[in-house]
């Protein structure tokens, strides 16, 4: 008979097994503060939306009324996808008996969304893109949900105090939708990647401290707006297309875009267009989320000028152009900026 020997279970992974989203969280803060039980319980509900929403998407092309447009189209002028209310009615749902979040700040509602209950304590806000890159829902391409959360300065339905620039962020971060369902988060103290465990229902642990490299080989534009862009954005993408060691990556969904920008290196550009000389990607819920995160990797975010962070927005759903990634790669973007203004001058 032989005797039973039970398998080690390495330490690490039983730890790591454990340590979630919310354990990271008090980890990183060093702190049981009800501060950073509010950070971590508001992570935990993101988490938690981007469980349902994942949910959704894995089973999209099988249910009735998932895919394609509401016929309805947002305040950007967007034609409103049906995914598109499913996810932003989802992180509303999780917010609300949650004592945390008072308002909600959203790429599809025209102003913030209030949960009244929540603000005598909730003194918090949530920007967020529910479903980044939507126009991929329907052909089972990747898509993300970006956050930033904000400290609430006024009680009142007013939403002037979120015209501040993106050095007030609490947190930010994305969640991407893709052959698995990752977020990734900085609460100021790095970047960290936490993946879906199915089999759990938890975001476990997956990567700490993630580092953009300097320099990296990908560049990713839409090169079919070429024609309306600036001239220091064709001098930048003729220079690429000249020298060896480029490679373009471009999916149509920012977030995807982004995180291959962040593990690889290299830079995506969003420029300013002749349709939309301020860009397309919108500030608070977008480009300073990202750039947060980005700044906390070692990379740089700008607009091709000034620093994604230091740009106050007129109003809630103003955009910026968005030069994101590694700092040598957005420097060198930004230095043909530079070159055009001095010849102009
Ligand atoms: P274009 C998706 O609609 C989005 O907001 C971002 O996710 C993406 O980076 C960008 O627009 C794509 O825009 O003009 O290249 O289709």
Same mark, same amino acid.
């Given at each position: 008979m032989t005797s039973f020997q039970p398998v080690a279970v390495p330490e690490c992974s039983l730890d790591r097994d454990c340590t979630t989203l919310s354990r990271h969280i008090l980890q990183q803060l060093q702190s049981f503060s009800p501060e950073a039980q509010d950070l971590s319980a508001i992570m935990t509900r993101i988490a938690l939306a981007g469980k349902l929403i994942a949910r959704r998407l894995s089973r999209a092309g099988l249910m009735a009324d998932v895919l394609g447009f509401t016929g309805e189209t947002n305040v950007q002028g967007e034609s409103v996808k *049906? =995914?598109?209310v499913y996810a932003n009615d989802v992180f509303i749902s999780v917010f609300k008996q949650s004592g945390l979040v008072c308002r909600l700040a959203s790429e599809e509602m025209d102003n913030p969304y209030y949960i009244p209950e929540n603000c005598p304590i909730g003194r918090y806000t949530l920007l967020y893109d529910p479903i980044d890159g939507s126009s991929n829902v329907d052909i089972n391409l990747n898509v993300g949900s970006i956050f930033a959360i904000r400290q609430q300065q006024v009680m009142n339905e007013d939403e002037?105090? &979120?015209l501040q620039d993106g050095k007030g962020q609490l947190a930010a971060g994305y969640i991407l939708y893709g052959p698995s369902t990752m977020l990734v988060y900085s609460i100021g103290h790095g970047v960290h990647s936490f993946l879906l465990d199915p089999s759990l229902g938890e975001f476990i642990l997956a990567q700490e401290d993630i *580092?953009? /490299?300097d320099h990296g080989p990908v560049y990713s534009n839409n090169e079919g707006n070429f024609w309306q862009w600036d001239e220091a954005f064709r001098? #930048? @993408? $003729?220079?690429?297309? $000249?020298?060896?060691? #480029? @490679?373009a990556r471009y999916s149509g969904a920012l977030v995807g875009d982004v995180h291959r920008i &962040? =593990?690889?290196g290299g830079v995506f550009l #969003? /420029?300013? @267009?002749?349709k939309k000389p301020e860009g397309k990607l919108r500030l608070l819920y977008e480009t300073a989320p990202l750039a947060f995160l980005i700044e906390q990797a070692g990379g740089k975010a700008s607009d091709g000028t000034t620093r994604i962070l230091d740009i106050v927005p007129d109003k809630l759903h103003a955009r910026t152009p968005l030069v994101i990634g590694s700092k040598d790669d957005v420097k060198l973007v930004e230095s043909f900026i530079e070159d055009r203004k001095n010849r102009e001058n």
């Open positions: *049906k =995914m598109d002037a105090d &979120l *580092k953009i /490299p001098d #930048y @993408t $003729r220079y690429v297309h $000249r020298h060896e060691g #480029y @490679t &962040l =593990m690889q #969003y /420029p300013g @267009t002749v």
